[in-house]
């Protein structure tokens, strides 16, 4: 079957780092997308990965590794806005989106 | 506006009425995308609409489930005779495509339709 697993819970302190893992099995790859959700508000894209490797934003950061089925999503210099849910989400090869169940990420002043 | 809209925001409705929610994508997304999440969840797939092709429907819970996208635009998805495991927000998404040229594409969320079913 298809799974992503993805902590459900992460807390961490405002300017340190943080990495949220995803772990995937799908039927086929095309892809993997990390999106931010705040608390009542919808989804909004950070980052695609389709090749290993490290893809960096400012101060977030996706890798990739498809041979282990893994991904993370690093979070630098943490804001308290950051505080938000964190979804991983792969594209399997019918092109379908499977979405994990997301992280929710809370900053500690 | 350049972003994609849901109508309404909020939706309270009685079990067993039915309910039409609305979205307007992106102008240009060929591809449309209905969500439901419920609370603390994730996104749950419901149906996709690429152009003029048959939409993927494999999301839908139920029959009572519907969606249709106009003109390759406007698309309502209507809930018949709603239940209270119903009460969820449901999210509309567009994306310029699904995938194309080897990657695939971000998609824009809309505001979401908070439903509640009594």
């Known amino acids: 079957g298809q799974n992503i697993d993805q902590p459900t819970e992460m807390t961490a302190t405002e300017g340190a780092i943080v990495q949220i893992n995803c772990t995937y099995q799908?039927?086929?790859?095309?892809?993997l997308f990390w999106y931010q959700q705040h608390a009542g508000e919808a989804p909004t894209f950070l980052s695609y990965n389709v090749l290993d490797g490290l893809e960096e934003k400012g101060r977030f950061s996706s890798f990739l590794s498809r041979s282990k089925g893994y991904s993370y999503l690093l979070l630098k210099e943490l804001q308290m806005k950051d505080s938000a849910s964190y979804l991983c989400?792969?594209?399997?090869?019918?092109?379908?989106?499977?979405w994990g169940a997301g992280t929710k990420l809370i900053i500690k002043p | 506006g350049a972003g994609v809209s849901q109508s309404p925001s909020n939706k309270v409705t009685e079990k067993g009425k039915d309910v039409e929610l609305r979205c307007d994508p992106i102008?240009?997304?060929?591809?449309l995308y209905w969500y439901r999440q419920s609370l603390g969840q994730g996104l749950e797939f419901l149906i996709y609409?690429?152009?003029?092709?048959?939409?993927?429907k494999s999301g839908l819970p139920s029959d009572r489930f519907s969606a249709e996208r106009t003109g390759g635009s406007v698309s309502t998805l209507t809930i018949q005779r709603t239940q209270q495991e119903d009460s969820a927000v449901y999210l509309c998404a567009s994306s310029l495509a699904r995938f194309m040229k080897g990657q695939a594409y971000e998609q824009y969320f809309g505001p979401g339709t908070r439903l509640t079913v009594t």
């Open positions: 989400a792969t594209m399997d090869s019918n092109y379908q989106l499977i």
């Open positions: 799908t039927s086929g790859f095309n892809g």
């Open positions: 102008s240009g997304h060929t591809a």
């Open positions: 609409f690429q152009g003029n092709s048959a939409p993927d």
